[in-house]
């Protein structure tokens, strides 16, 4: 299973970048799907969620910021990032947790850097 991630890239603080994480469709449709990211020097931490049945959730740090979405057309995961601020620099993954057997699937990375 293959997950890769585009859309990074450097951004003004208050900008936008859109995040994507091209899969397959089996997997969309069957795996809870996860955006992670990753500061140098600090632990992977889990930035927003999206079940099969559509349900999201988000860290504090960034609801009403940040957007995770998924079209089974596309077969792809998308991360919309408004707003953005100089501590949203890292690299962000996208992950998948099959529901049926557990398997798990992560991405290569993209890097997104948030500066002046």
């Known amino acids: 299973v293959q997950l890769d991630e585009s859309g990074g890239g450097l951004v003004q603080p208050g900008g936008s970048l859109r995040l994507s994480c091209a899969t397959s469709g089996w997997v969309l449709r069957s795996s809870v799907m996860v955006w992670y990211r990753q500061a140098p020097g600090q632990q992977r931490e889990l930035v927003a969620t999206?079940?099969?049945?559509?349900?999201?959730d988000y860290a504090d740090s960034v609801k009403g910021r940040f957007t995770i979405s998924r079209d089974g057309a596309k077969n792809a995961l998308y991360l919309q990032m408004d707003s953005l601020k100089s501590e949203d620099t890292a690299v962000y993954y996208c992950?998948?947790?099959?529901?049926?057997?557990?398997?798990?699937?992560w991405g290569q990375g993209t890097q997104v850097i948030v500066s002046p």
């Open positions: 999206i079940t099969p049945e559509g349900n999201t």
């Open positions: 992950h998948g947790r099959n529901i049926i057997g557990g398997a798990t699937y």
